[in-house]
């Protein structure tokens, strides 16, 4: 009886499976008819499609404009909508032209201080405020932290002085008001400043624009030298010999460019050729690089002049640092000799700095393929030929990591800063690498911007000086 009734119930489950898979596969039918098959299998073709366009114009692909430009477009909409988003606004020009609201250290103050430590000494911060739409260079005192002078100047009135338009033709549209940010600037003793955005530029204590050069690309950092001159990047136009004759108008050609303090360009050397005429790279350098569709193999980002003699270096030397090489070029300018050249434990570095009569540092930001998760500050010593990591521990446990830009800046008394450039934030470590301070560059809205390179001075006179030129401050601006 029992079976009889289960088998019935079999049979009946049977017949349902067997309804149910009848009526799927007619539903199946209806659904997949020819034309339906038709639009997936052209609409799998179109993405395809879709993609190898994408993927043709970021591996820098020239032709098919007419292609190019409406697939970037719709492939831009999905970002376009979370920045519009984000920024609150419908108006793309607004989002287009603002740098990015960074978001890593939302949940951070905008400054604390861990262990109460007055330093008689001046930070020169440039920093993107996007409640005012636009970046500044603020003037800190060390002793409190407090804001003693701002620098914030007439953009468009400067974009307007650039005549040069065939070596800047977007100057307007890449460098508008909103858009334009202050990087590394250099204070002189008279409350002048210089920086570069593209070209360099200098405006008085009250931010009056004293003059621009337009001749040549500058960029990243600049540095005084021992005689009074600036050394910055630069990019060759017309290509030096060696990158003129083989490779076309998107190669890089960086260069280093020592300028004095009224603009003017004294000397200017590509850095392919100093890595050629030295053996270091073969004479078809830029050919090679240029076929594996690397246009940009050098990416100097720093050059830190020698000011004295010691026995690894002479005065008027040069370390630069190249990005996309991963090494520290020592150079001598006055013999055009490359004495050293250093590669090791870093990758994609920036900001090479002499910190002794023996030993230089570098930030590493730690670009390798495995174990990359923060960025280093290490130290290289001429006189044993080893490297060594610096408050490696703090900077882990403060999960400090910037890919690209960043700086590193040791104090006098062994103190190290640290500038997350990626994520607006600055970190100082005493010499013992205890957290004394921690600046996340949020504005009055609590939105944070981007730091740009800032800058440490230690020097008393220099600090008197200029605190006495804002105690008698009389800009109109
Ligand atoms: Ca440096």
Known sequence: MFHKKYSILIKAGKVLIFRDIVYKSNVFKQFFTYPVFLILFLSFIGAMGFGAVVKYHYDGGKNYQFLQKPVMLIASVPIKFRQMIMYKTFNLNKIVNKPLILTKHKDKKRFEQFIPNKRNALLVLP??????SRSVVDVVDLNNFEVIHTYKHDIAEMNDQVTNTEEFP????????????????????????TSIYRLPYKIDFCSNLEWINDEEIFHH????????NIW????????????????????????????NTDGKILFNKSVTEILIENNIVANNFA?????????????????EPAFIDTQYWKQGDVFLSSRHQSSIIHYRPSTNKVINYITGPFAQQHDVDIISDKEISIFNNNNFFVDNEHSEVI???????????????QLQKNNFKTETEGLS?????????????????????????????????????GDIGPVDWSRVIEDELFIEQFKSLVENKKCTN
């Open 409 to 445: 800046h040791i104090f006098n008394d062994g103190a190290l800063m640290v500038e997350e450039t990626n994520h607006g934030r600055i970190i100082l470590f005493n010499n013992e690498g205890e957290k004394e301070w921690e600046f996340v560059n949020k504005d009055k809205n």
């Open 127 to 132: 920093r993107y405020d996007h409640s005012i």
């Open 287 to 303: 050919l090679t690089t240029s076929l594996s569709k690397e246009f940009d193999p050098i990416h100097l980002n720093d050059i």
């Open 170 to 193: 977007r100057i307007k549209i890449d460098y508008s008001p909103i858009r334009f940010e202050y990087r590394h600037p250099l204070l002189f003793s008279d409350g002048s400043l």
């Open 379 to 393: 130290i290289y010593n001429f006189e044993t030929n080893e490297f060594r990591t610096l408050f490696n521990d």
């Open 221 to 228: 950092s600049k540095m005084l030298d021992h005689e009074g």
């Open 232 to 259: 910055a990047g630069g990019k060759m136009n017309p290509k030096s010999k060696y990158v003129k004759k083989y490779s076309n108008e998107d190669f890089s050609d960086d260069s280093i460019i020592k300028i």
